[in-house]
Structures are given as structure tokens and as C-alpha cells.
């Protein structure tokens, strides 16, 4: 802060001493004017507490603590009166979109949600948020107390405060005196992760529809009490960009609504006027487009909102002042003003809109119920899946207010969409299946959930393109085009397993969904010892699948309380036990046989750092200490030259880039070390000839040079066209699974992964396993280019070679991506707990 300023600044606040005692600016109460500092969260916290202390307008409603404990938080603003009958006003909003029964009574009003920071080092959000709500709490604009009476205005400031902190901490601890507007500056250039993700290095705005993160769980929440009609998610982009607001791009998903599309259009003049009138640059239309239903846009839009991303070009790069391509310095105030004035454009928009907004609203879910939507009006889950897997996705149903129940008896209808096979199929819907209609209040999400292939109108989008659900669980599933009625409720029964009389010889748990492997997670951590079977066998009379897991009273004589740890820890996961009261088998190996593998308890490294990608970093991550609760640790790439590598079994990298590690790597498997490589992080050994992969992939090679003439002659006019045809934006493939294989155990003969890598791997020849291959039909869904399609038919999906004493594993994709692949998560434990041992 200039002198000059202080001095005036001081002047102004002793002026309007009487309104600052009470209700305070953020520049009054922070000590420094919007856009001069970083505000860190627990001052942001503060300011919120303040303002809701000193404002009979505003309402504080933290809704949760984050990984690092943080606190959540949403601002509701409205009139003393609203304010007064929020519980009343919230509940006839679920009663118009069907979500509760019942007569609405008194006021239904349009809810604006303004949502900021949820990438955290797009940080002007945060700041912007403050601003926004001191001037909506003082009404300082003619028109707001029109807004508080008619409206609810919902801010969440900061969607992602740990991540929003790691970058202001860090950015706080880099800049100078002054700060320095050269890009070149430590400032300028933040350190591996990056404050846009969360604690567990997940992007939350790939996460509203998955809910795989704290954030998003508590947010969801919270917005289904309110279920806002518009919804718009600020975030920002390269600092050399001008701003961009809606209307978004092509492709929209077909269930977006013409009103919809024209209050984006709405929204985009009264942004554009106000952009106008100060000369500030901006766009529509060209990019973020409204398809992948992740997203703070797409995700409200699908639930009856209208929803906005805003970019502010700016992010980590910009820090407190920058200066740009055409030699302008953008500053941190410029960022934050242009935030703050977009999000009074759209309280104004929705204001002109009010009574369209609660029309259109109930239409959006009544359509649905009465007409339901697409051409497949119902979904049925077979209830042949293995009970883990349709539990996991009811509870995706439930988070999403989705209905569902059993198919009845006597059903006729028998033409239908195969899941698995991918085609069309003559089958009956059977009683006790699980029915999902699109007949219901939620029935467009259903449509976007399980839509086999959704239509892309461009295929320029920027994410994801395919994402059906029975793909993501790997469920036996069916798709109708006619609607098939709920006869019953789905009731979840689970017969508890008990201590039985006999102490048994061994007890059984069969091997084929996630549950089952948080299962053994618990047994290795209580340290129990657990084989599994490498055959199928018979014992007692019953049938089990290669892949079961086998705990003998033997293996596991020293341990007190042995039964118990047992049957609690499959309790409390619902799992079945099985029991055997002796070793001898009545077809397949004996107990005692060495098809019986015993599971040494692996200690894992996972690599994250500079070079690796932090998204597959942190789903990886996640997925041991959150979802498998096993221990891990974790290696930087910075201290793998210091690193005893040979204290660990398995060894993860996530996808990125690992030559200058390769050494330590090729060693740690040559001496006996698993190393499980993902995506990217394949090349490494593909490009090594050392390995089979290696190998096979130079002779692939040697055969290309007819392509790369080709490539040659070009044009340039073509390029965009050219680069799609052997790209793959995220579109789903069959894998042909060797069920033989431990790899594979458990997930039958075929499984989906999602394709995201356009580099191809050959099969291995010599001392390889192709454990998982992608065939000539295994393209699925989603847009994959025309040249990319044929590459990777007849590639390697998963596999694994011997090298040296070690393995190592490859994955072309992700089994686990954004840590919603329900169905891979199977197949990564495999490769962690049982292959190689
Ligand atoms: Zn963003």
C-alpha cells in the first residue's frame, strides 16, 4: 500500500467511522485494500464470522472441515424476512423439483449459488468472494434490496481451502518488498503439486458427480438442501487471456434444456454490458463446454440449474501483478474486480429472470417425471453383479437423490442394449433385478449417467467423453427404450457371519470386488496371514473362484482373538465368510498345495514430484490411505538418489515421466522389486531394451516409416482435424482379460478401462504376460480419432514381464481414474497384493 493511499484510506475509514464499528469492509477489517495481499483462509473464515455477526442479512453456514482442517463454508444473503423462513423457503424448493412431498406455502424463491477458488491457486476467487459479499450485506448498489427480497444469494468463497492455502502460503513466503511483475520471478513459478488441487491432489471440479473427495461429499450436501437455480463456478486460466463468461461452448449434452441454453445466453448480455462499459476484453462461446457432468457447470445444469464457468485469465502464474504478452501488468485487483463484476452480472440476470427461473426449474424435473428421457428410458442391473459392486453404485444413486427398486415379475419386453457385450441383445428384464427409470424427478441424470453412448454434436471437448456407469462398476447390465416400472424396494439384507462352535480350519472370502480387497487390507494390517488360491476348487461342498482369499488357523496360530479379528473385520464390510473344517479339498488343490499362495504383506513406495503427472499422483494416493486404508509411503523424485529402494516390495508410478530415475528403478526390479508403471509412466520401460516391452515395441517401430511419410504431406489447414484423428480425449475400451492370470483374478473375462493414452504398446513376446488386451471390437464409447481407433486394436492393455529377480506391470490407463473407476480398483489390487507373489 502506497502512503498516499494510507493516509486517504485512513481518512475515509474515520469519515464512515460509525458504519465501520459495526459492519467493517474487508479493506477495514483485513488491514489492506481488496487485491494488495493474499488473504489467508483462517482470516478469510474470520471475515465471513464477522460480517454474518454484524449483518441481519446474512446467515453462516459451515458445512464441514477439509483433509487439512480447514473449515467449509457458505454465506446465505437474503432479506431479514427470507432469512427468517430459510427451513420453509429451502423445503418448498425440493417440494417444486419433486424432491419432497408436500404443497408449497408461502415464498418459493430463485437461489443464485456463487461459487469460488475451487482450483486453489486461481485465487482472485476468494478475494473477489469477500468483496461480493460485503457489498450484497451493505447493500452499496441501488438495486440489492430488491435482490434480498426476492432472491437467495448463496456464496461459498472457498471451495478448496487447502489448496487455495498451499498456493497463497507459498506465494507469501516467495515475494519480495514489492512484488516483482517478471515472470521470471520465484513467484511466478509455483513448485510441484500446485495449489489448484486439494489435499489428496484431486481436481475438485472433475469431482462433483463422483464424490470421491471430502470437499465434494460435504458440498453435495449441502446443495441438495438448497438445489439452486443458477449456479456459476469462478475460476481462472492463463494470464494472457481476456475473461471468459457464458454462453459456454458446444457440445452441450442433449438433456440442457432450450431455456437453459437462452439463460446462458441471458447471463452472457448482462455480463457483456457491464464488461463494456469499462472496456474490459472477454469471450464465449470457443471453449468449456457443458458435456462431462463433473464439473461446477455441467453438474448443476444436470440437477436443474443453470450452470456458469468464468475464467479470469490470471492463476498461479499472475501473482500479485504480472505482466502480460501485449505488455500490460495484470494485477491481482484487476483479476478480483473483473470476478466481482461478473457476479453481480448474473445476480442481475437472475434477478430479470426470477419468475422464469422457479417456472423452468419445476419443469426441468416434472418433464422428466412425467415423459422421462432419451431414447433408453430404463436401466437394469442384473442381480447376478457380486453384491460389493451394486452397492457401490446405489450409493452413487442415493448421493444423487436418484430413485430406483425391483423389477417384477413377468416381464415382456426383450429388446436391449448389453453393457458387457456392447451391442444389442434379446433379454428379459428379470424379477429381483434393479431398475433405474428415467421416469423420475432425476430421471435427465440418470440419462447422463447411464446413457450407453452419448451423442457428441463436437467432437472438440476437453475432457472425458464417455462415463456410463455399468462400464465404470463393471456391472452385467441392460438398457431399455421402454420404461420398466418399480415393483419393490431394494432391501439391503446382510446375515451377519458368527463365531461357529467348531473352530474352523480355514475360513474363505471370495475375490471379486473392492470391498473384498479392503477386506484383506484389514486382515495385513491386524497382521493376520492370508493365502489365496491360484485354481478354483471345491470345499465342502462349494464352489470357489481362483482369487479366494484362504486364512488358515495354522498360518495364524500365534494370534489371540484370531476368529474374532476375523469375522468383525468382515462385519463391519459386510462381507460373507466361508468356513472349512479341514484342508483336504473335494476338487482342486489341497490347503497345504503351493497353488495356494501365501500373500507376504508388500511395503509400497508410491513416486510423486516433478515429472509426474499430480492427478495420477494423488487418485493413487488416495486410494490406499482413504478408500484401502493400507500403508504406504511416499517417495519425492528428488530423494529417489538417497532412497533405499531395496526396504520396499512394490514400487507405484503414477503416470509422468521417469528417465532420469531410471537407473534406480530398472535396479530396484532386477533385484527382485515389483514396479507397477501406469500410463506414461510405461515409456520408460518401452523405451528400454532391456525389457520385453522394450523389445516388442522396436520392432513395432521399425515398421512405421510408411506413416511418417504420410505425416509429411499434411496441410496446414487440417491440423486441428489431423491431431483429433490420433487422439483419445477419455472414451471407453473393452479389455479382454487371461482370467488365469493373477492379474485378473476376480474381474472376470472382460473389463473397461478408460482410455486416455494415445501412445500404444504392443504385445510382449519374450517372458511377458498380456494379461489385458484390447481386441479389434473393444472400442466402446466415447470419441477416441479415427486413426488412434486403429492403433490400439491388438495392443496391450495390462501386462506383466519378469525382469531380473522383479516384475514389473504395466497399465496403458489408469484403473483407478479420478478415483471413481470403481472397477479397476480390483485389478490395481491385484497387482499390488497378488501378482509376482
Ligand atoms: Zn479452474
Not at 412425467?370 to 452397492?391: A, L, P
Not at 434379446?426 to 440418470?446: C, E, F, L, W
Not at 452385467?476 to 480350519?505: C, D, L, M, R
Request: charged fraction near 20%.
Amino acid at each position: 500500500m502506497k502512503k498516499t493511499y494510507l493516509v486517504l484510506y485512513l481518512l475515509l475509514l474515520s469519515a464512515f467511522s460509525l458504519k465501520a464499528q459495526s459492519l467493517m469492509s474487508p479493506e477495514s477489517f483485513l488491514g489492506y485494500a481488496p487485491g494488495e495481499a493474499f488473504t489467508p483462509h483462517h482470516r478469510v473464515v474470520d471475515y465471513v464470522q464477522h460480517l454474518t455477526e454484524n449483518s441481519s442479512n446474512a446467515i453462516y453456514m459451515p458445512y464441514g472441515k477439509t483433509n487439512e482442517g480447514r473449515a467449509l463454508q457458505l454465506v446465505v444473503v437474503s432479506s431479514e424476512d427470507n432469512l427468517a423462513n430459510l427451513a420453509q423457503i429451502k423445503k418448498n424448493n425440493l417440494i417444486a423439483a419433486g424432491f419432497e412431498s408436500g404443497e408449497i406455502s408461502g415464498k418459493h424463491l430463485p437461489i443464485v449459488w456463487l461459487s469460488y477458488n475451487i482450483h486453489g491457486n486461481e485465487a482472485s476467487g476468494t478475494e473477489a468472494a469477500m468483496s461480493v459479499l460485503y457489498s450484497l450485506v451493505s447493500k452499496d448498489k441501488a438495486a440489492a434490496t430488491n435482490w434480498l427480497n426476492d432472491m437467495l444469494i448463496v456464496i461459498d468463497p472457498c471451495e478448496n481451502p487447502d489448496g487455495r492455502d498451499r498456493y497463497v502460503n507459498w506465494y507469501n513466503q516467495t515475494v519480495g518488498k514489492t512484488n516483482n511483475v517478471n515472470t521470471d520471478a520465484w513467484e511466478h513459478n509455483e513448485p510441484w503439486p500446485g495449489g489448484r488441487y486439494n489435499h489428496y491432489i484431486f481436481d475438485l471440479n472433475r469431482d462433483w458427480a463422483w464424490q470421491t473427495q471430502l470437499e465434494s461429499q460435504l458440498r453435495k450436501e449441502t446443495y441438495y438442501q438448497f438445489l439452486p437455480h443458477v449456479h456459476v463456478d469462478l475460476h481462472e486460466m492463463g494470464a494472457n487471456s481476456p475473461y471468459f463468461f457464458g454462453p459456454s461452448a458446444e457440445p452441450f449434452h442433449p438433456v440442457i434444456t432450450d431455456w437453459q441454453r437462452e439463460f446462458h445466453n441471458i447471463i452472457g448480455d448482462y455480463n457483456s454490458k457491464a464488461f463494456d462499459k469499462e472496456n474490459w476484453l472477454y469471450f464465449t462461446k470457443e471453449v468449456f463446454d457443458l458435456f462431462y457432468p463433473s464439473y461446477g457447470d455441467t453438474w448443476p445444469t444436470y440437477q436443474g440449474a443453470i450452470g456458469f464457468t468464468y475464467e479470469q485469465g490470471g492463476g498461479s502464474r499472475a501473482g500479485l501483478g504480472v505482466i502480460t504478452n501485449t505488455g500490460d501488468t495484470l494485477t491481482l485487483k484487476d483479476r478480483l474486480t473483473h470476478h466481482y463484476t461478473s457476479s453481480f452480472g448474473s445476480i442481475e440476470a437472475a434477478y430479470a429472470q426470477k419468475d422464469r427461473l422457479l417456472t423452468e426449474f419445476k419443469k426441468y424435473f416434472s418433464d422428466a417425471k412425467n415423459n422421462g428421457n432419451g431414447t433408453y428410458k430404463s436401466f437394469v442391473i442384473s442381480k447376478e453383479n457380486n453384491e460389493g459392486s451394486i452397492k457401490a453404485i446405489l450409493q452413487l444413486l442415493d448421493n444423487h437423490h436418484i430413485q430406483y427398486g425391483l423389477v417384477g415379475s413377468g416381464s415382456k419386453i426383450k429388446n436391449a442394449y448389453d453393457y458387457m457385450q456392447n451391442n444389442s441383445v434379446i433379454h428379459t428384464p428379470n424379477a429381483g433385478d434393479i431398475v433405474i427409470s428415467t421416469y423420475q424427478p432425476q430421471g435427465k441424470m440418470v440419462r447422463v449417467l447411464f446413457e450407453p453412448k452419448p451423442v457428441l454434436v463436437d467432437s472438440m471437448t476437453y475432457d472425458l467423453t464417455a462415463w456410463a456407469l455399468p462400464h465404470v462398476y463393471g456391472l452385467k447390465a441392460y438398457a431399455y427404450q421402454e420404461n420398466i416400472t418399480v415393483a419393490g424396494k431394494v432391501n439391503h439384507s446382510f446375515t451377519k457371519n458368527s463365531q461357529e462352535a467348531e473352530k474352523p480350519y480355514a475360513y474363505y472370502f471370495e475375490w471379486n470386488d473392492f470391498t473384498d480387497v479392503q477386506l484383506l487390507s484389514q486382515l495385513l494390517n491386524a497382521d493376520l496371514k492370508v493365502r489365496y488360491a491360484l485354481e478354483s476348487f471345491s470345499s465342502e461342498g462349494k464352489n470357489f473362484e481362483r482369487g479366494t482369499m484362504i486364512i488358515t488357523r495354522h498360518d495364524n496360530r500365534y494370534i489371540s482373538d484370531f476368529d474374532k479379528i476375523i469375522i468383525d473385520a468382515a462385519n463391519q464390510l459386510e462381507q460373507p465368510l466361508f468356513t472349512s473344517t479341514t484342508g483336504l479339498m473335494d476338487q482342486g488343490k489341497d490347503l497345504g498345495s503351493s497353488y495356494v499362495r501365501f500373500i507376504k504383506k508388500p511395503s509400497v513406495a508410491i513416486i510423486n514430484g516433478d515429472g509426474v503427472t499430480p492427478t495420477a499422483f494423488g487418485e493413487t494416493w488416495h486410494y490406499f490411505e482413504e478408500e484401502l486404508g493400507f500403508p504406504v509411503t511416499v517417495i519425492n523424485t528428488h530423494d529417489l538418489d538417497d532412497v533405499e529402494l531395496s526396504n520396499y516390495q512394490v514400487l507405484i508410478l503414477p503416470s509422468g515421466s521417469y528417465y532420469r530415475y531410471n537407473s534406480q528403478i530398472l535396479d530396484f526390479a532386477s533385484s527382485g522389486g515389483k514396479v507397477i508403471a501406469l500410463e506414461r509412466a510405461i515409456n520408460l520401460f518401452s523405451s528400454d531394451s532391456g525389457t520385453a516391452l522394450g523389445q516388442a515395441n522396436a520392432g513395432k517401430e521399425a515398421n512405421k516409416t510408411e506413416e511418417k511419410k504420410d505425416n509429411l504431406l499434411k496441410k496446414y489447414g487440417d491440423q486441428r482435424r489431423e491431431s483429433l484423428s490420433k487422439s483419445v480425449e477419455g472414451s471407453i475400451y473393452k479389455v479382454y482379460l487371461d482370467e488365469t492370470h493373477p492379474l485378473a483374478f476376480g474381474a472376470g473375462s472382460t473389463t473397461f478401462l478408460m482410455k486416455r493414452n494415445a501412445t500404444v504398446f504392443p504385445y510382449l513376446n519374450n517372458g511377458g504376460w498380456n494379461v489385458g488386451v484390447f481386441k479389434n471390437d473393444s472400442y466402446t464409447s466415447g470419441f477416441a480419432g479415427y486413426k488412434l481407433r486403429e492403433k490400439v486394436k491388438n495392443s496391450l492393455a495390462i501386462g506383466t514381464e519378469y525382469y531380473g529377480s522383479g516384475d514389473i506391470i504395466y497399465f496403458s490407463d489408469s484403473p483407478i481414474i479420478r478415483g471413481f473407476w470403481h472397477s479397476g480398483k480390483l485389478l490395481l489390487a491385484n497387482a499390488v497384493f497378488l501378482s509376482g507373489q
